[in-house]
Structure formats: C-alpha cells, structure tokens
C-alpha cells in the first residue's frame, strides 16, 4: 500500500492505493491544529489503514507557513558578519504602494537585540578578506546559550560561494548548546543576494525545533502503530524528500499541501494532453492558484510569505503558487464604511463555519453556500456531518444581513461575490502578471470548495473549460503519489555569455548533478531512475533582475552558445513582452533538478454508459439561488454513479463525499472515461433525460 497525507487548515486528507486491487482508498478527518501528528493517525485510523502493509507514507503540512504567519515559531537568535546586522531589518526597501499611508515593511521574525556579529569576511571570489574569530564567535556562543535561544541562524557574508566561516561557527554553536538547532545559509540557498539569504536561514531556524519535533513525534507514532516502510516529505518545489532532510531544512515544507495539488494537476496534463492548465485549489482556509504549460509547471527562486508587498522573502525553489486568504472557513464581515469582506481571517476547523454546529458565530463562505442551496446539510461530508442551517442563517442575518439592511438571500450572494474576485485576482497573478492569458487555459478545480465556486471564477475571467478531476476533494493528498523525490541544487555563477568558455558550463552543471545524484543514491533510490533538469537564471547586460531559463541536456560545445541565447530571448519575450536578440547575456546562477523516478498508481477507468445519466444517479432536485438568475429548480445528481459519456446540462448539482461541483445554468457537464467532469461554459450541450 502507499498512503498520502495532507493537513489543511479544516481537514485532514487521506488516500490510500492498494497496489495489489489497483483500488483507491479516501477519508476526511477534521484537523487538530493543537496535536497534528494526533489529525495524522486520526485520519489513518478513519481510513482502516493497517500501516503494517504500508510501503510508503507521504506526508505534507502546514506546520510551517502556519507558524511563521501565527509568530509562534522558536525563540530564534540570528550570527552575521560584522557590519551587516541591520541587512534583515532593512531588507530591499520596497514600496509596491507608493501612495498608501498604512503600508508596513515587512516585520522580522528575528528582532535587532538578538542578532549577534562576528569578525570575518569573504570576498565575492571565495578568497579571505577578514579571517574568522574564533574568540570572538565563541564568546557570542556563550551569551546565546546564557539567554536561552532555542534556534541559530547563521549567515556570513558570500557564504554562497565559500562556506568555511558558516560551518565552523556552527560547530561552535553546537560544541557549546548541543540542544540548538542550528541552520546554516549556505545548506539552504547558494545564490547571491544577502538580504534574502538572511530572510531565508531565519525562517528555517524560527520553524526549526516546532517542525523537528513535530516530524520526529509523528514517525514516532508511526512506527509505534506497526508502521515499517519509507516515510517522505513533499516539498514546495512539487517533489518529496527523506524526513532528516525535512527536519534540518524545515522551510522547504512551506507550500508542501499546495504542491501535492500541482503534481496532481501535472499528471491530469499528461493524462488528458493538456497543453496549458491553471490549478485551483480551493480548501477550508485559502484559495491557491497556479500554472502548468506544456506538462511543466512555474518555478519561482522566490516565495514571500504573507504576500510581495509586506511578507519576508525566502530564497528557496518553489511552485509558482499564489495564496489567498478565501476558503470555505473564511469569515465575512463589514469594515467602519460598510463595505463586505471575505478573510483573510477564517474559522478553521475550531470551532469551524456556524454550520458545523462546533460553536461557531461569524458568518463563512460555507455557510453562504448552505443557504444558497448550493450545499445540502444533509449529505455534507457524504452525510457523515450534519450542517445547521438555521445556525448558518442566524450568523449571517445578525453580522451581514441586518446590519447591510438587505435580505438573507443577498448577503449570502454577496459573499460568494466577493470571495470569487478575490479567487479569480490569485488566477490573474499567476495569469496576466506573468504575461499570460487566462482564456488559454482549462481551469482544473479542486480541493474542498473549487467545485463549488470554479464556474464563477472561470466566467469572471472568462475561461471556457473546466475540469473536475476524481475525488477533488483529496486531490492534493493525491497529487502527493504522484510526486518524485527530488533535490534542487543552485550556484551563483557570474560569467558573460560571450567571455564563457562552454565546457566550463558544462562542467560547473556536471559537479551539480553529482551533488543530486549522491543525495538521491544516500534515501535508496537506483542510479537509472535518476533523471536531471538544467535551467540557469539569466538577464541582459546591465540588467538587475533574471528570469529562470531551461537549459539544453549538454551545453559543451559551442553550438549551444546560441542555442542558450535563443532560450532566454524567448523566455524573456514571455515574461516582459519583449526581448533584445542582439544585446548581450548574463548568467548569474545555475540551477540543476536531480528527480527519482517512482511508482505512480493509475487512474482508474469507469464503466461505459448513454449521454443520460443512468436513473441511479438521480438524488431528486432542490432550490438553488444562482447569480443573475435567482432561485431555480436543479437536478441533483450521486457522482459515483455517473458512467463514462454521461452528459449533464445545468442548473444542476452533482454530489459527492468531499465536494460539490456546482452546474450554473447554460452549463454542460460530460463525464469523460476516467470520472473526471468536463465543464463546457455557456455550452449547449444536448439536456439529460
């Protein structure tokens, strides 16, 4: 058996594939944000996994984007080179909103009182400028042991190109605290940019002993309960790594749920020759977004946790996903003016929406969906949890409805409003702001609440075609067996592209790919399941900033000169809209992807069947309140027993244990061979009967 894992902000996904039926297992448990590892073996437990039988256990978290947002991570102290103390504080002084006068820089998770210098600096070429002073670093080893610091983070300057200096003042660190822990730059990042190197060693360390213990009770538990196989990390890079590897480099979990999702949508792509997909992910605290072209997804260097405007950077391979704060728990409410939101702030899954009945007051955009229709308090969750509806009524009457002096209706609508043109900004971030257009792509919905609201995310950017994959639900936790372990591996690199010597260049990429593969071979994976990817970050002469560029499989001989001077003129044509064939290039650091290759499961295929639904599949039909249209009479249909060529036209409602995909009216649904529903927009596909 290989079993996923995936902790959300409301609920607990898991999904077991039993290799030797070719069958798939899934169960939903509520979170329990006191005692994760408790929701883990909850949800095993709900799923009747007999971890015995388990091969391969993949987990991902939110553990550690939740406790750098919450601020409740390690009491953390920060060691840098002397002069460069204030490097955190100042970060790059942006300010994206020139004209706002409430914006806020970005806040620290180290403050300035527990950032410590020490005598030393490299130079850019890994030459010694100021050596290192052991007395010096062993008197700010004492202090910090004195002042009960939890976690350390080190960052020396140029420590990307020569990190002597880091390694020894960490053996000191531990030679006098063996209970810190202890996170260097140079393990994490090797690019050049000190401010966001320091941003990005503080996370690690601020999360560090939270997500070590945390790792360490849950494989605790794990073995405890029997289990004996492999248990990997998903990554925010779309891949998995061993647990040691997760524990010493904590923040390469940020986006690990999220990912799962992108892999999941990678495979849809190939699955079903998908040329350009967007994946929405929508679950019970936050809306994500991101792009998958041509099988491939986006790769950012870069990840801001809480947002580019006032969010702290961190320097670490990640899916190119963009976060909102728009779930099925996040909470309406009205400003001083008036004026509707929906979240940021959500009610989690304690005490949850007013309509799980778990105490709950303030308004949520599930409640919104009870009272539309939308969602039947009777089968929710496949009728393992009753919703309230007088309850959801009640919250949303006394916070919206009477206050905005309108009816129950029109607040609830209202809502979903909102919350879908927040949704649909999270597509045009990863759309229009990276020079694409959203009309290209199939919107592949998911998650919890993506059915619910894909049509009016899709239609508000006027994208044609949706598809809801399997068991939306869990497909995030799905996505994870389909994911590769993986390691990224980055080297700042200067060189003119006229002035570089090609072998050189191919060299410098060789020495990487042994550094991957040797890092795959130590957590068991065979020499001929490993696979590489090359890109480098590139830019023109004169030029700041780069854009990431994939690179050919040998770039040795001189051939490849124009070869790679063509790649970036393209990408950069893609990302800004315009290029400069005749100016020359820069690189600035390479970047090498070692992937082993591992088993996947396999969609499953269902049976063959008529364009009408079979009767089965009918649940009757009830009152649903649409946008524009206003209450209307739609069919409601059991999802399991839809079959292959089955065709749908909206209104309609078609249910399932974990989701509800909403069919707007003029809407055509048609189930393909694998169960996945295709949703045609404004279509006028051929009515059931």
Known sequence: MRVAVDIGGTFTDVVVFDEAKGSLGL????????????????????AAVPLDRVETLIHGSTIVVNAIVERNGAKTALVTTKGFRDVYEIGRINRPESFNPRFRKHRPLVPREDIFEVSERMLADGSVRTPFDENEAREVAR??????????????LHSYRAPEHEIRMCEILRQTDPNLFVSASHELSREYREYERTSTVAANAYVGPIVSQYLGDLEKRLRGN???????????????????????QCVQMMESGPAGGVVGTMALCELLDLEAAIAFDMGGTTAKASVIRRGVPSLSPDYFIGGYNEGLAVRIPVLDIVEVGTGGGSIGWLDEGGGLHVGPRSAGAEPGPASYGRGGTEPTVTD???????????????????????????????????????????????????????MANAV????????????????????????????????????SKIIIPHAPGHFSAL????????????????????????????????????????????????????VFERAADMRYVGQEHAVAVRMPANVGDESARTEIKRLFDQAHELRYSHSAPEESADIVSLR???????????????????APPPPAARRGTRSVIFEGVGAVEATVYDRTKLLQGNVISGPAIIEEAASTTVVEPGDTVTVNAYGHLVIELGGNGSPES
């Open 27 to 46: 169960a939903k448990a509520l979170s329990t944000p006191a005692e994760l590892a408790r929701g883990v073996l909850d949800g095993l437990t709900k």
């Open 226 to 248: 029997k289990f004996g196989g492999s248990l990997w990390i998903m990554q925010s890079n779309g891949g998995l790594s061993d647990v040691e590897l997760a524990r010493r």
């Open 368 to 422: 919104a969906n009870v009272i539309l229709g939308r969602l039947s308090p009777e089968r929710f969750l496949g009728g393992e949890m009753r919703l309230d509806r007088a309850a959801a009524e009640t919250a949303l009457r006394e916070r919206l409805a009477q206050p905005l002096n309108v009816g129950l209706e029109r607040s609830a609508a209202g809502m979903l409003q909102v919350a879908t043109s927040a």
């Open 428 to 463: 045009r971030q990863v759309t229009l702001e990276r020079g694409l257009d959203p009309r290209d792509f199939t919107l592949v919905a998911y998650g919890g609440g993506g059915p619910l609201h894909a049509a009016s995310v899709a239609k508000e950017l006027a994208i």
């Open 479 to 530: 996505g994870m067996l389909m994911a590769d372990l993986r390691r990224d591996t980055v080297q700042t690199l200067f060189a003119r592209m006229d002035d570089l010597e090609m072998f050189e260049l191919e060299d410098q990429f060789k020495k990487l790919q042994a550094e991957g593969r040797r890092a795959l071979e130590e957590s068991g994976i065979p020499t001929d399941r490993i």
């Open 592 to 610: 090498v992807s070692a992937i082993g290759r591992l088993g996947k499961p396999q969609f499953p295929t269902i049976l063959q069947g008529e």
């Open 143 to 156: 202090i910090i042991k004195e002042e009960g610091f939890e976690a350390v983070a080190v960052l020396f």
